[in-house]
Every structure is written in structure tokens, then in C-alpha cells.
């Protein structure tokens, strides 16, 4: 399968619209627009404000089971 390449302004859109949906999910997201749910995290890790309205981010987590 080839690799797709998005523009940033299409890539920043959809940061924007995943941060600005109350109960939004990054699966819920992508599959709306039509990207892998990995493409889009790694948009939101990138490009996001670091607060979302969804509140669906989890944090970062050490690699350690607590």
C-alpha cells in the first residue's frame, strides 16, 4: 500500500476538528476522514495544543506496569 502524503493545512484541520469535538475519538475521527487512527495521533502529538475537548489522549506512559 502506498504511503499518502496530506498537506499540513489538511493534517492541522483535522488536529483542529479532533480537538474541537466534545467526545470526539481518534478511531471515530479517522475513519470520518478517511486516515489511519496511528497518522492522526501522531498529528495530534505534533501539531495539537495539548488540551483537548475530547479528552480521549491518554498520557505517555513509562513502559512500567504499576
Do not use: C
Not at 502506498?2 to 475521527?29: C, H, M, W
Request: glycine share 12%.
Amino acid at each position: 500500500m502506498a504511503r499518502k502524503n496530506y498537506t499540513d493545512e489538511f493534517r492541522q484541520r483535522a488536529v483542529d476538528l479532533y480537538e474541537s469535538t466534545p467526545g470526539a475519538t481518534l478511531n471515530g475521527i479517522a475513519a470520518d476522514l478517511g486516515i489511519s487512527r496511528g497518522a492522526l495521533r501522531e498529528w495530534v502529538e505534533k501539531h495539537g495544543s495539548g488540551t483537548t475537548t475530547a479528552g480521549t489522549m491518554s498520557p505517555p506512559t513509562s513502559g512500567r506496569s504499576e
